[in-house]
């Protein structure tokens, strides 16, 4: 048994190489993969629902993948739809591929897999104790779950399913990486380790090439190990840059958590077959006792206003940790006299994050090696917009004229390379769950809906 799988990109929009995307279509794959989403970027996405990459951005990559699903006639499979696999990221994605096939005369059956979880849904398996702790995970409680959006991380389940269904796109919301290129190996009956292993080592595409790229792989799965092939020009796989890949977004290396069971790597084998192609052998998959889907959740934390400066006297850059607690205090009080008490001092947050080299001189910085600036940034975090702004305006004028000591007279502290210097950002989130739902079957927590396009 062969079968051939296809990781175009390592995320739906990071834009591929085009020439090396049909090389990998030449190859006549069995199944197209994509992910579109993560965490990485932190919890906007998921608080808001707004993807991270453009429409536009992702258009150009999806129009490919559907194009060539239809020359090839076999399934694509998008997961972590929207950034965040939000019900609303999957329904933007879907929107797409419908424009996409009215404007390329695409017929196909969609399968919509649903991630996004009901309040009272995770209230109720909160109170039955189905809602577990993982390691370093915050304190909760059941309101937690009131506040924000979350989402379950599927496994292949919900897409094998959707497979089985005749579907021949499928757009999950949340999933993990490597469900999304395990599930159909997965129906077909593949080795479990080879093939998590597989979906393990291309899940962000050439992210694992060298040098890594936005661009594809192309993967030979067969009965006793798997041959993965960098589809780029100029590329090339190693034996080292493909195990390494094992631990990127994992503690330990050889042991990677799927919702089913666990990957366990420690005695697989990297060989080179030539400077493009790497051959791995020897991983096995260990069937979990219990079935978990965990959770990713964010709620709102505040909106922010931000203030960019730079600073190259050496004088108050050596100060700036004694100046900066009296700040803190000054901007206490101010807070209290500007707002005549209706707004808490506890409630702001005014935090300086300094940062080294090239702020103000950029590329005439006469040593880069040894810089003699610093850059600040200031953020402004309040319960509302109004707030964070208000206080930003006096907190920046107050930075650009600290009281330096050993100076006598006003003197400039920062330079802003913005007028107004201050930055609205808007909305602010904060991540809330480290957990997973326990004692669930594996399409339990997820709705899946069809259409013809």
Request: aromatic fraction near 6%.
């Amino acid at each position: 048994m062969e079968l051939r799988i296809l990781a175009p990109t390592g995320v739906l929009g990071a834009g591929f190489d085009a020439d090396a995307f049909w090389r990998g279509v030449d190859a006549r794959p069995h199944v197209i993969a994509c992910d579109a989403g993560s965490t990485d970027s932190g919890p906007a996405a998921l608080g808001a629902g707004v993807p991270k990459l453009s429409d536009q951005a992702v258009t150009r990559d999806l129009r490919l993948l559907l194009q060539a699903r239809d020359r090839l006639g076999v399934p694509l499979v998008i997961g972590s739809c929207g950034t965040s696999g939000r019900d609303v990221g999957v329904d933007g994605v879907a929107a797409l591929c419908r424009a996409i096939a009215a404007e390329e005369g695409l017929r196909f059956r969609l399968g919509l897999i649903y991630s996004e979880q009901p309040r009272e849904r995770l209230q109720e398996l909160y109170d039955c104790g189905r809602v577990r702790a993982l390691a370093s995970a915050p304190a909760i409680d059941r309101d937690v779950f009131a506040r924000g959006h979350t989402v379950a991380m599927m496994g292949v389940e919900p897409i094998q399913a959707a497979l089985t269904d005749g579907c021949d796109v499928v757009l999950a919301g949340r999933a993990t990486d490597t469900a999304l290129f395990a599930a159909l190996p997965g129906m077909l009956g593949a080795d479990p380790g080879l093939t998590w292993h597989m979906a393990k080592t291309i899940e962000c595409g050439a992210a694992c090439a060298v040098p890594p790229s936005a661009n594809g792989l192309l993967v030979h799965l067969r009965e006793d190990h798997f041959d993965v092939t960098t589809l780029a020009e100029g590329s090339r796989l190693t034996p080292r840059s493909v195990a390494a890949h094992t631990l990127y977004e994992n503690a330990d290396p050889f042991r990677v958590r799927e919702p089913s069971g666990t990957l366990d790597t420690t005695q697989a084998v990297y060989e080179a077959v030539d400077a493009r192609t790497v051959r791995v052998r020897g991983a096995r998959f260990e069937p979990a006792e219990e079935y978990t889907n965990k959770l990713e959740g964010a709620e709102p934390a505040g909106y922010q206003t931000v203030i960019f400066g730079g600073v190259r006297d050496r004088v108050v850059i050596e100060r700036l940790s004694e100046l900066l607690p009296l700040a803190a205090k000054y901007f206490e009080a101010k807070i209290l006299d500007v707002f005549g008490g209706r707004v808490d001092p506890a409630s702001v947050d005014i935090d300086y994050r300094l940062y080294g080299a090239g702020a103000v001189l950029a590329g005439r910085e006469p040593d880069a090696l040894n810089p003699r600036e610093l850059g600040v940034l200031i953020t402004v975090t309040a319960p509302d917009q109004d707030t964070a702004h208000a206080v930003a305006t006096f907190v920046a004028h107050a930075s650009s004229h600290l009281p330096i000591p050993g100076y006598d007279g006003l003197v400039s502290t920062l330079a802003y390379p913005f007028s107004p210097p201050e930055i609205d950002r808007g909305p602010l989130y904060r991540f809330t769950l480290n957990h997973v739902v326990t004692g669930v079957t594996p399409t339990e927590l997820f709705r899946t809906v069809t259409e013809e396009v």
